[in-house]
C-alpha cells in the first residue's frame, strides 16, 4: 500500500457553463478509513464522486486515489477504485448471477477464478438465494445488495458509494450498514455520501460537509455536533397531553425557552443553561401554566442539527468551522473547456 | 478481495463444465448481449414466424409443385420473409442497444471495467448479428428442400443471401451507432424511415426484379463482380464508421478514438484515389464516391466535443514538433476535426485532379454542373458545422444538432422550389443562393431559363446556359463557411496548447 492518503483532492473545481458544482475544495481521507459525504442536493457530492471515479474530469484541480491521478492515468486508478453510483438500471433477461459474472468477465476474471470470485462476492452480499433471479425483479435492497457485489468483484482498495441508502427499506439499510461495516474491518477505503446522517454518524470516522460546491467542515461527527453548537444551552424532550401546540405557545411568552420542532406529542425545546436545576424550574414552570406534561427528558444534539446549524452559520455569515482540509495549492492541470 | 475469504473457504468450488471454457475465449459484452437478446421476446417470436411461415409456404408449394415456376415462387418467398426478418426487425433491435446503457447508467459501471468503448460497441453490433446469423442457418432446411423443386441457381441464390445478410449487418451497424446519440428524432425515427424505404425496396425486388437479382448474384455480367467487391468496401467503410461514432460517444474522456478513425479515412479516400487513377474509373463517378466517403468523417470531426486531456496528448509529443502538428488536425475535438476536414477536403479535390488528368480528358476543366453538385453538397456539410459554432449556448453533443441543421437546409431548399412552383416566379431564389441546396435549384433554374429563351422553331440554343454565377457562388460560400469554422478553431487551439503543455509536464516528471 502507498503511503500517499487513499483519497486526495487538492483545490478541486468543476463548471458546467455558469453552474460551479465543485467550488475548489480540498480533502484528503487516510487508507482505512470511512468518511462520509454530506451535503445538501446539488451540493456537488455527485459530481466530485463522479470525478474520483474517473467518470468526469475537473476543470482545474487535483483528485488522486492512492497517489495517482485520476485525470493523467484513469486506467490505473480504475483498478483501485470500486464505484457505487446513486441509480443504476438493471438488465433484462438477465439473472443475478449472470450479472455477477459477465461483470467479472469485463474485469479481466475467467475460468473457476470467475466462478470462485462470484461465489464470493454472493456470498459476501447474501445473494446466493436470488442467484436465478431476474435482476431487474429484485427489490431496491436487494439491487444494491448487487451493485455492493458488483463493485466488489475486482477487490478495490477504495469504495465510492453515491447515496447508497437512499430509497431502502429499515431492513435493507441495516444489511447494508451491516456489510460497509465489515468492509470497514477488513481495512477498505469507504468514501461514502448519504442523506441519513445518523446512520453516516455512527458508520463514518469523519464527515465531510459540503455546501455550494465547498466543503464547509471536516471532522469527526462528535467535534461537528458539539463545535456548531453557537447557542450553547440543552435541549430537551417534552411531551404532553392534549393538543400538543401547547408546547410551542408556551415557549413564546417563556424568556431563556426556544422551540426547536414540533412531534406528534409535543415538541423539543432548547434551555439557555447546561445547569438542572434549571431544567426543573422550567418544568416546573410549565406544570403551573397548565401544560399536562406526561414525559420530559434531555436530548444529545444530533448530526442533522448540528447540519442545520452549520447552514445557519454560513447563511449568516459566520463562517464554517475549522475543518482539517488540506490548504490548497496552485492548479496542476487546466482543461480547455468542452463544447 | 480478502472479504468474502472465510465464506468462501466453506463452499466447495463450482463444478467446471467443459463449455463453459470456450464462453472464456470471447467477449464478456458478446456473452451478456447473446444471453439477453436470445432470451428476448422480439427474437423469440421472430425465429417462430419465420419458420411457421416457410413451412406452411413449403407445403403449399409442394401441393402445387406441378407449376414450373414453384421453385422460383418459393425462392421469392423465402428471401422475402428472410430479408423482412434480418434486414428489418433485427437491426431495428439495434436503436435502444447503447441509448438503454446510457438512460440506466450502466455504461459508467461498464466503462470502468476492463471494457473500452469499442469493445461494448462491437459486442453489440457481433450480438444482434450473431442471432441474424443464426435465423440464416433456421431456413437452410427450407433451401434445401427449394432445391429438390427445380431451376435453381445455386451460386446466385447463395450469393444473394450472402448480400441480403450483409445487409443487414450493415443496417445493424447503423442502428447501433446510432443508438448512442439522445435526440429519439435521429436515434429512432431515422432508422425507421430507412427500414419503410428498405422494406418498400425488399417488397419491390421480390415482387418484380428478383429474376434481375439473381442474374446480379451470378456474377455472369461484366463488371459485376467489381460492383460487388465496391459496394463490400462502401458497406464495410460505413458500418464501421456508424460503430465508430457510437464509441466515441460513450467512450470515456481519456479513451481517443477520434485518431484512429481519422487516420483511416485519409488511407480509405487515399486508397480509393490511387485505385480510381490507375484502373481508370469512370470521372463523374468519383467525386461523388469521394464525398460519400468523407461526408460521415466530416460530420463527427466538426462535431466531437472538445474533452482533450494529458494522456491523449502525450504520445503525439514523442513526436516532437512532427507529433503537435498531427496533432492538430487528429487530435479528438471539434478544433482538430475543422482542419482535419479542410486536409480530407483537399485531398479529395487532388484525387479529383489528378485523376483527371491521368485520365486525358479535358485536363482542369470541369463540367460545371459536376462542380455545382460537389460543392453544394460539401456546402451542406460545412454550414451546419458553422452554424454549430454560432450558437450562443454551447451544447455537448452536437452530432444531433448537425444533422438537425442539414435536414433543415435540405427542407428549405424542398420548400423554395415548391413556393417557386406554385408563384410561377423562381428568381427570388437567388437571394438564398446562401444556402448549399439551393444551389441544385438554381442550376436547374438557369438550365430551364436558358432552353426558356430559344425561339420556338430554331435548330438549337446558341451556346451553352452559363452557370459561372453559380459555380462562383458555391465556390464563395463554401470558402466563407469554411473560413470561418477555421476561425472559431484557431481561437480553440491556446487551450490545446495548455494541455500539451501540461502533457509534457507531467511527462518530465515521471520517474
Given at each position: 500500500?502507498?503511503?500517499?492518503p487513499?483519497?486526495?483532492?487538492n ?8 453552474l460551479k458544482a465543485?467550488?475548489?475544495?480540498s480533502?484528503?481521507i487516510p487508507?482505512?478509513?470511512?468518511c462520509?459525504f454530506?451535503?445538501?442536493?446539488g451540493?456537488g457530492?455527485?459530481t ?7 467518470l468526469d474530469?475537473?476543470t482545474?484541480g ?9 485525470v ?7 483498478r483501485l477504485?470500486?464505484?457505487?453510483p ?9 439473472t443475478?448471477v ?10 479481466g ?5 470467475r ?15 436470488l442467484?436465478d ?6 427489490s431496491?435492497g ?16 477504495v469504495?465510492i458509494?453515491?447515496?447508497p441508502?437512499?430509497?431502502?427499506d429499515p ?11 465489515v468492509?470497514a ?6 468514501f ?25 467542515h471536516?471532522g469527526d461527527?462528535?467535534?461537528?455536533r ?7 444551552g ?12 401547547a408546547?410551542?405557545?408556551?415557549c413564546?411568552?417563556n424568556?431563556h ?15 439557555e443553561?447546561t445547569?438542572?436545576?434549571r431544567?426543573?424550574e422550567?418544568?416546573a ?6 401544560l399536562k ?10 448530526l442533522e442539527?448540528?447540519?442545520?446549524d452549520?447552514?445557519g452559520r454560513i ?7 475549522p475543518?482539517a482540509a ?13 463544447n | ?14 463444478v467446471?463444465?467443459?463449455l463453459?471454457?470456450?464462453s ?6 458478446l ?13 423469440v417470436?421472430v ?21 414450373e ?5 418459393v ?14 426487425v433485427?437491426?431495428?433491435?439495434g ?8 438512460k440506466?447508467?450502466?455504461?459508467d459501471l ?20 450473431s442471432?441474424?446469423a443464426?435465423?440464416?442457418t433456421?431456413?437452410a432446411p427450407y ?5 429438390f423443386?427445380g ?10 443471401l450472402?448480400?441480403i ?7 445493424t451497424?447503423i ?6 446519440i ?10 425507421l424511415?430507412?427500414?419503410l ?13 428478383f429474376?434481375?437479382?439473381i442474374?446480379?448474384c451470378?456474377?455472369?455480367e461484366d463488371?459485376?463482380g ?7 468496401v ?8 456508424s ?6 460517444m460513450?467512450a470515456p ?9 481519422r ?5 480509405v479516400?487515399?486508397?480509393?484515389a490511387v485505385?480510381a487513377?490507375v484502373a ?16 460521415p468523417?466530416?460530420?463527427?470531426a ?12 502525450r ?8 507529433g503537435?502538428?498531427?496533432?492538430r ?17 483537399a ?19 470541369f463540367d460545371d454542373k459536376f462542380?455545382i ?6 456546402g ?6 458553422l ?5 450562443p449556448?454551447?451544447?455537448p ?24 412552383e406554385?408563384?410561377e416566379?423562381d ?7 446562401w444556402?448549399p441546396p439551393?444551389q441544385?435549384n438554381?442550376?436547374?433554374l438557369i438550365?430551364r431559363?436558358y432552353?426558356?429563351s ?6 438549337g ?10 459555380v462562383l ?6 470558402s466563407i ?7 472559431f478553431?484557431?481561437r480553440?487551439?491556446?487551450?490545446i496548447?495548455e494541455?500539451e503543455?501540461?502533457a509534457?509536464?507531467?511527462t518530465r516528471?515521471?520517474?
Amino acid at each position: 500500500m502507498s503511503t500517499a492518503p487513499a483519497i486526495k483532492v487538492n483545490n478541486l473545481y468543476r463548471y458546467f457553463g455558469q453552474l460551479k458544482a465543485v467550488n475548489g475544495i480540498s480533502f484528503e481521507i487516510p487508507h482505512g478509513s470511512v468518511c462520509g459525504f454530506v451535503g445538501a442536493n446539488g451540493a456537488g457530492k455527485t459530481t466530485t464522486m463522479r470525478i474520483l471515479a474517473s467518470l468526469d474530469y475537473p476543470t482545474m484541480g487535483v483528485a488522486e486515489i492512492c497517489g495517482i491521478n485520476v485525470v493523467h492515468h484513469p486506467e490505473e486508478v480504475r483498478r483501485l477504485i470500486g464505484w457505487m453510483p446513486d441509480h443504476f438500471g438493471n438488465y433484462e433477461h438477465m439473472t443475478v448471477v449472470e450479472y455477477l459474472d459477465f461483470y467479472a468477465r469485463a474485469f479481466g476474471f475467467s475460468g473457476k477464478e470467475r466462478k470462485n470470485r462470484v461465489q464470493e462476492v454472493m456470498e459476501f452480499t447474501d445473494l446466493v438465494p436470488l442467484a436465478d433471479r431476474f435482476s431487474n425483479k429484485l427489490s431496491k435492497g436487494m439491487t444494491q445488495r448487487l451493485c455492493l457485489g458488483r463493485s466488489l468483484l475486482h477487490d478495490p482498495q477504495v469504495l465510492i458509494m453515491d447515496e447508497p441508502a437512499a430509497g431502502l427499506d429499515p431492513k435493507a439499510r441495516v444489511e447494508l450498514k451491516h456489510l460497509i461495516r465489515v468492509l470497514a474491518q477488513e481495512g477498505k477505503t469507504i468514501f461514502i455520501s448519504s442523506h441519513i446522517l445518523s446512520e453516516l454518524g455512527e458508520m463514518c470516522d469523519s464527515l465531510l460537509f459540503v455546501n455550494g460546491g465547498r466543503i464547509v467542515h471536516h471532522g469527526d461527527a462528535e467535534t461537528l455536533r458539539q463545535g456548531t453548537d453557537a447557542l450553547g444551552g440543552m435541549l430537551y424532550d417534552v411531551q404532553v397531553t392534549g393538543d400538543p401546540q401547547a408546547v410551542s405557545d408556551w415557549c413564546v411568552i417563556n424568556p431563556h425557552v426556544e422551540f426547536l420542532e414540533s412531534r406528534k406529542t409535543g415538541g423539543r425545546i432548547r434551555i439557555e443553561s447546561t445547569d438542572p436545576d434549571r431544567a426543573a424550574e422550567v418544568l416546573a414552570r410549565m406544570i403551573k401554566d397548565g401544560l399536562k406534561v406526561v414525559e420530559f427528558h434531555k436530548e444529545q444534539r444530533n448530526l442533522e442539527d448540528a447540519f442545520i446549524d452549520m447552514l445557519g452559520r454560513i447563511d449568516r455569515g459566520e463562517g464554517a468551522l475549522p475543518s482539517a482540509a488540506p490548504k490548497p495549492v496552485l492548479p496542476a492541470f487546466t482543461p480547455p473547456e468542452s463544447n | 478481495m480478502s472479504t468474502p475469504a472465510p465464506a468462501a473457504a466453506a463452499t466447495p468450488p463450482p463444478v467446471a463444465h467443459p463449455l463453459d471454457e470456450f464462453s472464456d475465449r470471447i467477449s464478456p459484452m458478446l456473452v451478456k448481449e447473446l444471453r439477453q437478446g436470445l432470451r428476448a421476446k422480439t427474437f423469440v417470436i421472430v425465429f417462430l414466424a419465420l419458420q411457421a411461415m416457410l413451412a406452411v409456404v413449403l407445403l403449399a408449394a409442394i401441393g402445387a409443385s406441378s407449376s414450373e415456376d414453384a421453385g422460383r415462387s418459393v425462392s421469392t418467398i423465402i428471401f422475402l420473409f428472410f430479408s423482412l426478418a434480418v434486414v428489418i426487425v433485427q437491426p431495428l433491435r439495434g436503436i435502444g442497444a447503447l441509448h438503454n446503457e446510457i438512460k440506466g447508467n450502466t455504461i459508467d459501471l461498464m466503462v470502468l471495467t476492463r471494457l473500452g468503448a469499442w469493445r461494448i460497441v462491437l459486442g453489440k453490433w457481433v450480438s444482434i448479428v450473431s442471432q441474424s446469423a443464426l435465423l440464416l442457418t433456421a431456413i437452410a432446411p427450407y433451401l434445401i428442400l427449394r432445391y429438390f423443386f427445380g431451376r435453381m441457381n445455386l451460386f446466385a441464390e447463395l450469393n444473394l443471401l450472402l448480400l441480403i445478410f450483409l445487409a443487414s449487418a450493415l443496417f445493424t451497424a447503423i442502428t447501433v451507432g446510432l443508438s448512442a446519440i439522445p435526440s429519439i428524432l435521429i436515434r429512432g425515427l431515422l432508422p425507421l424511415v430507412m427500414a419503410l424505404y428498405i422494406g418498400a425496396g425488399i417488397f419491390a425486388a421480390s415482387d418484380d426484379y428478383f429474376g434481375d437479382l439473381i442474374e446480379f448474384c451470378a456474377l455472369q455480367e461484366d463488371g459485376s463482380g467489381w460492383a460487388l467487391l465496391a459496394g463490400l468496401v462502401t458497406a464495410a467503410y460505413f458500418g464501421w464508421s456508424s460503430l465508430a461514432l457510437g464509441a466515441s460517444m460513450i467512450a470515456p474522456m481519456a479513451e481517443n478514438h477520434s485518431t484512429v478513425r481519422r487516420l483511416l479515412t485519409l488511407a480509405v479516400v487515399a486508397g480509393f484515389a490511387v485505385i480510381a487513377t490507375v484502373a481508370n474509373f469512370d470521372r463523374e463517378a468519383i467525386g461523388p464516391v469521394l464525398l460519400l466517403f468523407c461526408a460521415p468523417a466530416i460530420a463527427i470531426a466538426v462535431t466531437e466535443p472538445l474533452q482533450l486531456l494529458p494522456p491523449i496528448c502525450r504520445p503525439f509529443l514523442r513526436f516532437g514538433a512532427a507529433g503537435k502538428l498531427a496533432g492538430r488536425f487528429l487530435y479528438p475535438g471539434w478544433p482538430s476535426g475543422i482542419l482535419f476536414s479542410g486536409l480530407l477536403i483537399a485531398l479529395g479535390v487532388g484525387a479529383v485532379l489528378l485523376h483527371l488528368r491521368a485520365g486525358g480528358g479535358p485536363g482542369w476543366a470541369f463540367d460545371d454542373k459536376f462542380v455545382i453538385l460537389m460543392l453544394g453538397a460539401l456546402g451542406t456539410l460545412l454550414l451546419p458545422g458553422l452554424l454549430i459554432r454560432l450558437m450562443p449556448r454551447r451544447i455537448p453533443r452536437t452530432f444531433s444538432l448537425f444533422l438537425l441543421f442539414a435536414g433543415i437546409l435540405i427542407g428549405t431548399a424542398i420548400g423554395l422550389s415548391i413556393v417557386a412552383e406554385e408563384v410561377e416566379n423562381d428568381s427570388f431564389m437567388w437571394a438564398f443562393a446562401w444556402i448549399p441546396p439551393v444551389q441544385f435549384n438554381l442550376m436547374d433554374l438557369i438550365y430551364r431559363d436558358y432552353y426558356d429563351s430559344v425561339a420556338p422553331g430554331a435548330t438549337g440554343p446558341p451556346g451553352s446556359p452559363d452557370y459561372q454565377p453559380l459555380v462562383l457562388t458555391g465556390i464563395a460560400t463554401c470558402s466563407i463557411y469554411y473560413l470561418g469554422m477555421l476561425l472559431f478553431a484557431l481561437r480553440n487551439f491556446r487551450s490545446i496548447r495548455e494541455v500539451e503543455e501540461e502533457a509534457a509536464t507531467i511527462t518530465r516528471s515521471a520517474p
